[in-house]
């Protein structure tokens, strides 16, 4: 929750940003640590790592999606994305 009161308008800017890309945007959660994050196309990212993304110029799905994987670990991202191309075609 932190780096959301350091750089609230980076944060919102990002989140609006993946919403007019088509993004699904959750509203803001809290873990137990009070730490606040967002679900971004399926995959929970604090706001530390969007403001990451941000100052990387990264803010983007290969992105998000990586940092998916570092937060759920391969197995779970592989049953949280049924178009996963090495399981299947989507077409």
């Not at 800017?13 to 803001?28: E, N, Y």
């Not at 929970?44 to 941000?54: A, N």
């Given at each position: 929750?932190?780096?959301?009161f350091?750089?609230p308008?980076?944060?919102l800017?990002a989140?609006?940003?993946?919403g007019?890309l088509?993004?699904?945007?959750?509203?803001?959660d809290?873990?137990s640590?009070?730490?606040?994050?967002?679900r971004i196309q399926?995959r929970?990212l604090?706001?530390?790592?969007?403001?990451e993304?941000v100052d990387?110029?990264?803010?983007?799905?290969?992105?998000?999606r990586?940092?998916?994987?570092?937060?759920?670990g391969q197995?779970a991202?592989?049953?949280l994305?049924?178009?996963?191309?090495?399981?299947?075609?989507?077409g």
């Amino acid at each position: 929750m932190n780096e959301y009161f350091k750089r609230p308008q980076d944060v919102l800017d990002a989140i609006r940003s993946l919403g007019r890309l088509g993004f699904s945007v959750s509203l803001p959660d809290f873990g137990s640590d009070g730490q606040m994050f967002f679900r971004i196309q399926g995959r929970k990212l604090s706001v530390g790592q969007i403001l990451e993304l941000v100052d990387e110029n990264n803010l983007d799905s290969r992105a998000i999606r990586e940092y998916g994987t570092k937060e759920l670990g391969q197995a779970a991202v592989a049953a949280l994305d049924p178009c996963d191309a090495s399981r299947i075609d989507c077409g």
